[in-house]
């Protein structure tokens, strides 16, 4: 098993940064793949970027590529997700998730979440 813990969020104004970070625990050689994904009220959940574990190789989709960047620290099984110049429709809970697999958009292990809220 591998426990993921969301960390980082918080109120912002927009144009603001914040840096989320999920420390996994267990069985974290395990991981293969992590993403982080967001849910917003009355919103589907939406994939906004992923990185491979042992590359650090990431990507994201066209709605924050250019401003969230995504890395992770093995030594500290822990990934990071770097958020630049918020918008308050980036207001969500964000979620990590691990997969054991190559197999994009499924996910073995979630986070309880962290809220980000943006104001505009």
């Known amino acids: 098993q591998v426990k993921l813990v969301e960390s980082g969020g918080g109120l912002v104004q927009a144009g603001d940064s914040l840096r989320l970070a999920c420390a996994a625990s267990g069985r974290t050689a395990s991981i293969y793949r992590m993403g982080w994904l967001r849910q917003a009220p009355g919103k589907e959940r939406e994939f906004v970027g992923g990185?491979?574990?042992?590359?650090?190789?990431?990507w994201y989709p066209d709605s924050v590529k250019g401003r969230f960047t995504i890395s992770r620290d093995n030594a500290k099984d822990t990934a990071f997700m770097q958020m630049n110049s918020l918008k308050p429709e980036d207001t969500a809970v964000y979620y990590c998730?691990?997969?054991?697999?190559?197999?994009?958009?499924?996910?073995?292990?979630w986070g309880r979440g962290t809220q980000v809220t943006v104001s505009s």
């Open positions: 990185i491979w574990w042992s590359t650090g190789g990431a």
């Open positions: 998730a691990a997969s054991k697999t190559g197999i994009i958009g499924e996910y073995d292990y």
